[in-house]
Structures are given as structure tokens and as C-alpha cells.
């Protein structure tokens, strides 16, 4: 299939990074930490900020102080981070100012998880700090639009997670989702569900892109 576009938003745990390996024993710790059930946490806890995270899972704790906890963890921890198979190639193919990085972590840690596995920071990155509602709210994806100078409507929004399917949509973008976290059956919406980037090229045409899934 082919999808039409302008511009190319994409999530980055999951998406453009693979940090499960770290994400999943930072949570896991937590939980023991605070005596949360750790698979409760784990159901909720991929695409999501992680204050919104702990106001779910645990609304009774001080959230300031257990997501400073979890962020620092997280800074201390790399082990294990590689790129999503596909994703340079298929990034190195794309113009500086055609795509975007929305994601819900802050902006040390996405500096740190991009430049650990040699992706390019590029020049618009949206964090949990830019924004008043996190996924599955559509702000971060609109304001990265914004900054790159399109139309969210004419975006591809590349996602493995749920609130952030849902964040794309209600942005108005075409979701492509990855199914690294999540299973298929969870991506309602996305126009479609790809393993990896291996299958998948981007073409310049004219001002646009056409991107091909194989």
C-alpha cells in the first residue's frame, strides 16, 4: 500500500528505539518499590508520560517525587537500547525539516536514547515538557506539526502503542503502527501494521512523499 504525505511524526520508544529491555526493569523496580502489581503497571506504562502513568497506577503517592525517581533510573539505564530494524535507512532518506520526534518522556531522556544508539537528533523534538496533556491526546502530535510547518491531516504518524495511535488520530494524521509493545488487535485505526521499517521506503514527489509498504 501506499500512504500520501507531507511530513513524518514519529513516536521514539518502540518506534525509532527499542528500550523495552529498559522500560520494563524500570517498572518492574517500581513496583516492587512501592508494592504496585507489576503486570498492571506494565499494561499501562508503554506510550503514556510517565506522570500519567503514576497518577494511574498509584494515585495515593507524591507524583513529583516517583517520577523523578523513574526518570533518574531511566538516565542511569542503557542497557540493552538498539534502533528499531529499517529505522536509519529509512530516516537517512527523509529531509532534515520533513520529520519530528513526539514522545512522552523528557527531553534529557530522549537525547540520551537517540544519541546511544547513533540515531540523528532532528531539529524538532517534542517532550512530555511541551505539552499541557499527554497521549492519548492529540497536543504533542498538532505541535509538532506546527513546528514543521504542516497540516497534522497531512502527516504519518508512526506509533506502538495505543495512546499514541489514538493521539495521531485524533491529531488527524494516518497512523502506521509498529507492532513492537503491542499486539495487532490493539492498533483500532491505524491505516496499517508493520513489524519494523524493513518493508517500508519513503519517495519524494514534488512536495510530498509517497511512503511504500510492502
Request: net charge negative; with cysteine.
Amino acid at each position: 500500500m501506499e500512504i500520501q504525505c507531507a511530513a513524518f511524526l514519529f513516536d521514539l520508544d518502540g518506534v525509532l528505539v527499542d528500550s523495552r529491555a529498559v522500560v520494563e526493569r524500570v517498572c518492574r523496580a517500581w513496583a516492587v518499590r512501592l508494592g504496585i502489581d507489576t503486570e498492571a503497571l506494565l499494561r499501562v506504562a508503554h506510550g503514556r508520560r510517565t506522570r500519567d502513568t503514576v497518577r494511574i497506577v498509584a494515585p495515593h503517592v507524591d507524583p513529583e517525587r516517583e517520577v523523578a525517581w523513574i526518570d533518574n533510573e531511566e538516565l542511569l539505564d542503557t542497557e540493552g537500547l538498539v534502533e528499531v530494524p529499517g529505522v536509519r535507512s529509512f530516516l537517512t532518506s527523509l529531509p532534515p525539516g520533513r520529520w519530528a520526534v513526539v514522545t512522552s518522556c523528557g527531553p534529557d531522556l530522549a537525547r540520551l536514547r537517540l544519541s546511544t544508539v547513533g540515531l540523528p537528533i532532528p531539529d524538532v523534538v517534542i517532550t512530555s515538557d511541551d505539552v499541557s496533556n499527554g497521549k492519548p491526546a492529540p497536543d504533542g502530535y498538532r505541535l509538532g506539526a506546527q513546528r514543521l510547518g504542516v497540516d497534522p491531516s497531512s502527516c504519518v504518524v508512526f506509533e506502538d502503542a495505543p495512546p499514541g495511535v489514538a493521539a495521531g488520530l485524533a491529531a488527524g494524521a494516518r497512523v502506521v503502527a509498529l507492532r513492537t509493545t503491542h499486539p495487532d488487535v490493539e492498533f483500532s485505526g491505524a491505516a496499517a501494521v508493520v513489524p519494523d521499517f524493513t518493508s517500508l521506503r519513503a519517495r519524494r514527489d514534488g512536495s510530498g512523499f509517497f511512503v511504500t509498504i510492502a
